[in-house]
T-cell receptor, first 113, second 112 residues
């Protein structure tokens, strides 16, 4: 039971470098999410994809882009990393129905120096 | 102002006491609400969800919802040290958008 799988688990980037965080789910879920978590800030929504073929901005989209590659995969790209993007990133997925649980990946700890 | 507000705490209660965690939200169109628990260094896990006004009980946990006041709460009865964690309130934003917004979380400490 893989559930939601994120790669990598840890990453250190230099300011200005780019990278893509990968997320895949094997639960046939329609909706997928990217959050960042900073101390005392809870989970802040970066982007989400309510269904395959759609993506929408969340609360803090600046500096990020996303791709819903297919139903299983939802990637998050940092084009030019900044120290302010140092955070723990979580991917989540759930069915499109409102009263359904979101399942989370194990998180990616990203440090930008 | 965040769209989903929680008191960040820490909330400290003695073992065996009732812990009360609160959450307010700004969107009147929201219909379903979730409580997640997150241990340090781990991913959030669902405790329970609620979508009807009133109380919903699951073991030692009770979720309470008041849509008129835009308020949702979680009560933990007979608190245990293992309940020490951060509790996150999540709101399904405006019916059928798929957008899921979290509060900043409340850190609960249960002291033996």
């Amino acid at each position: 039971n893989a559930g939601v799988t994120q790669t990598p688990k840890f990453q250190v980037l230099k300011t200005g470098q780019s990278m893509t965080l990968q997320c895949a789910q094997d639960m046939n879920h329609n909706s997928m999410y990217w959050y960042r978590q900073d101390p005392g800030m809870g989970l802040r929504l970066i982007y989400y994809s309510a269904s395959e073929g759609t993506t929408d901005k969340g609360e803090v989209p600046n500096g990020y882009n996303v791709s819903r590659l297919n139903k299983r995969e939802f990637s998050l790209r940092l084009e030019s990393a900044a120290p302010s993007q140092t955070s723990v990133y979580f991917c989540a997925s759930r069915q499109a129905r409102e009263n359904t649980e979101a399942f989370f990946g194990q998180g990616t700890r990203l440090t930008v120096v | 102002q965040k769209e989903v507000e929680q008191n960040s705490g820490p909330l400290s209660v003695p073992e065996g006491a009732i812990a009360s965690l609160n959450c307010t939200y700004s969107d009147r169109g929201s219909q379903s609400f979730f409580w997640y628990r997150q241990y340090s260094g781990k991913s959030p896990e669902l405790i329970m969800f609620i979508y009807s006004n009133g109380d919903k009980e699951d073991g030692r946990f009770t979720a309470q919802l008041n849509k008129a006041s835009q308020y949702v709460s979680l009560l933990i009865r007979d608190s245990q040290p293992s309940d020490s964690a951060t509790y996150l309130c999540a709101v399904n934003w405006s019916s059928n958008t798929g957008k899921l917004i979290f509060g900043q979380g409340t850190t609960l400490q249960v002291k033996p």
